[in-house]
């Protein structure tokens, strides 16, 4: 059976859902917040700070479906303004500070390994949809920063995947035709689609949550440097 091979220079990697996962214990998030909101002599309860975070977070919604992206910066200024407390510099540092320790985040085990293996033949870089710039310092903790010449939060660009811009500014940085990039991550919308109208070839991380996706796909990123092998003319197999 012939395949058609690509020469390959770069693969761009999701983050959540791709290369690990995480989430926050919602209570013990919005307790922490109402507590640093009380000891700075705001009194405001619980149910309020509940209120105002999802009136905020579904404003960033309204402009994600845009294409848009917004700084956890920005949503938090929303946040404070719905409860009458004037945003600041050093609350909305604390408050991007309390989101990161209470998201707990897990790699999936083989992540290092492949990560090794695939930045001795390709520029690396991650594309991570999110308004924080957690994924940077969580690979940068572990010394995986090393693997990437980019690692581009959507924050930073202010749009986000499926959106084309977000990676043709990457492949830009890296001096990479979309032609010769392959983009892998686990949502069909952002990643597959969004490949697919950058003019990149798209790997599927299998997600049962995903509508299907007809495209090369891999049951999990372990998976990827073989898949890569038979996709790579370059490679030596």
């Given at each position: 059976?012939?395949?058609?091979?690509?020469?390959?220079?770069?693969?761009?990697?999701?983050?959540?859902?791709?290369?690990?996962?995480?989430?926050?214990?919602?209570?013990?998030?919005?307790?922490s917040i109402q507590a640093y909101l009380s000891s700075?002599?705001?009194?405001?309860?619980?149910?309020?700070?509940?209120?105002?975070?999802?009136?905020?977070?579904?404003?960033?919604?309204?402009?994600?479906?845009?294409?848009?992206?917004?700084?956890?910066?920005?949503?938090?200024?929303?946040?404070?303004?719905?409860?009458?407390?004037?945003?600041?510099?050093?609350?909305?540092?604390?408050?991007?500070?309390?989101?990161?320790?209470?998201?707990?985040?897990?790699?999936?085990?083989?992540?290092?390994?492949?990560?090794?293996?695939?930045?001795?033949?390709?520029?690396?870089?991650?594309?991570?949809?999110?308004?924080?710039?957690?994924?940077?310092?969580?690979?940068?903790?572990?010394?995986?920063?090393?693997?990437?010449?980019?690692?581009?939060?959507?924050?930073?660009?202010?749009?986000?995947?499926?959106?084309?811009?977000?990676?043709?500014?990457?492949?830009?940085?890296?001096?990479?035709?979309?032609?010769?990039?392959?983009?892998?991550?686990?949502?069909?919308?952002?990643?597959?689609?969004?490949?697919?109208?950058?003019?990149?070839?798209?790997?599927?991380?299998?997600?049962?949550?995903?509508?299907?996706?007809?495209?090369?796909?891999?049951?999990?990123?372990?998976?990827?440097?073989?898949?890569?092998?038979?996709?790579?003319?370059?490679?030596?197999?």
């Open positions: 059976l012939w395949v058609m091979c690509l020469e390959i220079k770069a693969v761009l990697l999701d983050f959540g859902g791709t290369l690990g996962e995480g989430g926050l214990d919602w209570d013990s998030y919005h307790r700075l002599g705001h009194g405001v309860a619980l149910k309020q700070v509940k209120q105002a975070l999802a009136s905020a977070l579904a404003k960033l919604e309204r402009r994600r479906s845009k294409g848009l992206e917004s700084t956890f910066e920005e949503v938090y200024s929303w946040f404070l303004a719905e409860l009458g407390i004037p945003p600041n510099g050093e609350t909305l540092e604390w408050l991007h500070r309390n989101f990161k320790n209470h998201y707990k985040n897990s790699f999936y085990p083989c992540v290092e390994a492949m990560l090794e293996e695939l930045s001795t033949r390709y520029k690396l870089a991650l594309v991570s949809n999110t308004m924080s710039d957690q994924p940077r310092e969580l690979l940068a903790e572990r010394g995986w920063d090393r693997f990437f010449q980019e690692v581009v939060c959507s924050r930073d660009l202010g749009v986000r995947k499926p959106n084309p811009e977000i990676f043709w500014t990457v492949l830009e940085r890296l001096g990479v035709d979309p032609s010769n990039a392959v983009h892998v991550g686990d949502s069909v919308e952002a990643d597959m689609k969004g490949a697919q109208a950058a003019g990149l070839l798209g790997v599927w991380v299998r997600n049962p949550g995903q509508p299907a996706w007809s495209g090369h796909a891999v049951d999990s990123i372990c998976q990827l440097p073989d898949l890569l092998r038979q996709l790579d003319c370059c490679s030596e197999n």
